[in-house]
């Protein structure tokens, strides 16, 4: 009987310089002819190494996020979805992963079904950055943080006061942003400051070299430690428990 050879995962070594040459190509030849003919430099400057990266981050996770689990699933497709898009380019430009709780599945955004809190990675020509949260949550996930925040102001301003949470992001992101206070709250809550957020995102640019370097790695995990915090309690008024082992 023949014995099966076991094949050792990629070990991630960093993006070589053909991953940004391949996405500032495909940004001028974005068009299926052109992708076709270079699939297989998608796949191996681009696709490979951010799946070993995803597995490596993941055990990582292991150890002080359990319940936030990279696979297969936390690779973005390359291709965009443009039934309902006036740009009909079919391919992103960019190259992106999420490392998602496990109980909510890897869908983010107003179409999730469950609208986890988790951690991002994204990279382009000049645009490189990490990031974490919740992104444009559905509104019954929405609703229910907003009313942990009313409930307990001084808890969430907790988290955006911590020093290492402070001096390595500043705050949340202020995209999608109501310019009033949403109904059902008085215009002078003392939380006025978070209730009008229809995102929960925090991030923050890293050099586009340091792709280049396995170190990305541990650049990845120490972002991902400073921004955990918020995402628990994100996951935790969502009915998403926290985990001390896989």
Not at 22 to 44: I, M, P, Q, V
Not at 100 to 112: K, L, M, P, Q
Not at 226 to 234: A, S, Y
Request: proline share 7%; charged share 30%; aromatic share 12%.
């Amino acid at each position: 009987m023949a014995v099966k050879k076991l094949v050792e995962p990629e070990r991630f070594e960093g993006f070589g310089p053909g991953a940004l040459r391949f996405l500032r190509s495909l940004t001028r030849n974005n068009r299926k002819e052109w992708f076709e003919a270079h699939r297989a430099d998608y796949e191996r400057e681009i696709k490979r190494p951010l799946l070993a990266l995803i597995e490596e981050v993941d055990v990582r996770l292991a150890s002080f996020a359990p319940e936030i689990v990279g696979t297969k699933k936390s690779l973005f497709r390359i291709h965009r979805d443009v039934r309902f898009s006036k740009d009909k380019r079919p391919y992103k430009t960019h190259a992106a992963c999420w490392f998602y709780h496990r109980d909510a599945g890897r869908s983010v955004g107003e179409n999730a079904a469950h609208g986890g809190a988790g951690f991002y990675f994204h990279f382009a020509p000049g645009e490189v950055f990490t990031g974490g949260g919740v992104w444009m949550p559905p509104r019954p996930a929405l609703l229910r943080i907003r009313d942990a925040i009313a409930e307990a102001p001084e808890v969430f301003a907790d988290f955006m006061k911590a020093p290492a949470f402070k001096r390595r992001f500043g705050g949340l992101e202020r995209e999608h942003m109501l310019q009033r206070m949403p109904r059902g709250f008085a215009p002078d809550h003392p939380a006025g400051e978070w209730l009008r957020f229809q995102s929960f995102t925090v991030g923050r640019a890293l050099d586009e070299a340091e792709i280049g370097s396995r170190r990305l790695i541990d650049v990845l995990v120490k972002d991902y430690t400073v921004m955990l915090p918020l995402v628990r309690w994100i996951n935790g008024v969502s009915g998403l428990p926290e985990s001390t082992s896989r």
